[in-house]
């Protein structure tokens, strides 16, 4: 493995790109709507439907979402389809998983 040493600029872009991402998933709408797109693509109406999250709120939080470049769509007819397409994002969401979520069994 390589060892490299960033420089105080890079590190500060880098720790400017992290905290973006981290206040993008400090919202629990957003944080649910990734751990579902983590699964796979949804339609709007599924995540509405998994989630319980009403219209306006899910389209506010997927606006945000798409705008961090985190997810994006494709529509299909009269449907949209989301996709988690951010592999940093789905990293964070696997440790978040691993961390809160995995029940351990003693």
């Known amino acids: ?3 490299s040493v960033m420089d105080l ?3 500060q872009l880098a720790a400017d ?3 973006r991402v981290m206040k993008v998933l400090a919202n629990p709408d957003r944080l649910l709507i ?3 797109l983590s699964q796979g693509e949804r339609r709007v109406g599924e ?4 989630l319980g999250i009403v219209q306006p709120t899910l389209s506010q939080q997927l606006t945000v979402l798409r705008d961090e470049e985190l997810v994006s769509t494709r529509r299909e007819g009269k449907n949209i389809h989301y996709a988690l397409t951010s592999p940093k994002a789905l990293a964070v ?3 978040l998983y691993e961390q809160f979520c ?3 069994t003693e």
Do not use: D, S
């Open 47 to 50: 995540l509405e439907e998994l």
């Open 93 to 95: 969401m696997q440790v």
């Open 1 to 3: 493995m390589k060892n």
């Open 17 to 19: 790109r992290a905290c």
């Open 9 to 11: 600029e890079q590190m």
């Open 34 to 36: 990734l751990c579902q």
């Open 102 to 104: 995995v029940c351990e």
